[in-house]
């Protein structure tokens, strides 16, 4: 069962974005319902991506759990029986998070750790990414002398705009500015080690933040494959971009099909709604050491 748009009786819909939609919960909690919605450079894909909603919503809690040392999250729970009765519904099972309510910063808190994607096109124009200056002659995915920070502002239509440290700064303040950045890095850290531990590399990730109860807390999802690009560390090999368990499949094949990045996006062909499918299921099962079961465990 795929599910492209969600309904939630008694609750107001507060957002549809790209690929999730926000339910209030009372004054001070919402739910977060994860759709199988693919957006890719920006723009929604027509044909979903079946269970991606439930990897998202699964993965997600399972970091949270992990995570909490490190700062405030909104994560509240993704079992079923902490939800609304109205969001206790087979369309909606193992896709849905009951979250505290936070004032979104409206900034993408962005960490790299090699270099690829965006921050490969930029590095080859200019010899830096997002303002830090980097060193001569690295190749596509090499490894970075150390994670690096690189902002973006965070767009409701069309596309995010990366921007530099100091800009964020000038933004948000300084202090606030400090604080995500640092709090980005540990976050990234922590995923790092632990994906290396299961045999993968996380090359770069973004997180979200916003304010609950006069403190930065995590939001929105956390090192999954829609918002990380993870790789096979066993086939890492830099000077090309190596295979990996996120959206960038889809990215390589619209990319090489001549589209301009904009809307309407293409028809995925079967075999790679079936290929980005079987890697986000994957990436699930190496990260938790866990069998996907189609969303049934709870975090």
Known sequence: MTLTRSSIEGLPLLHRGKVRETYA?????LLLVATDRLSAFDVVFEQPIPEKGRVLTQLSAWWFGRLAPLGPTHFLSADAEDLPAAARTAELAGRVTLARRAERIDAECVVR???????????RSTGMVGGHRLPEGLREAD????????????AEVGHDENITRAQ??????????????????ALYRAGARHAEAVGLILADTKFEFGWIDGRVALIDEVLTPDS?????AGQYAPGSS???FDKQYVRDFVAGSGWNKEPPAPELPAEVVE????????????????PWRGGEASA
């Open 228 to 232: 990380s690009r993870f790789w096979d």
């Open 143 to 154: 490894l970075l002398p150390e994670p690096i920070f690189t902002p973006s502002t965070k």
């Open 168 to 185: 964020l700064a000038e933004m948000v303040g300084g202090d606030l500015a400090a604080e995500l950045e640092a709090r980005s890095l």
């Open 25 to 29: 919960v009372g004054d001070d909690r």
């Open 242 to 244: 190596p295979a990996s």
């Open 113 to 123: 750790g090699y270099l690829a994607g965006s921050g490969w096109a930029e590095y």
């Open 275 to 290: 290929g980005t499918r079987s890697r986000y299921v994957r990436a699930y099962e190496l990260l938790t050491g866990e």
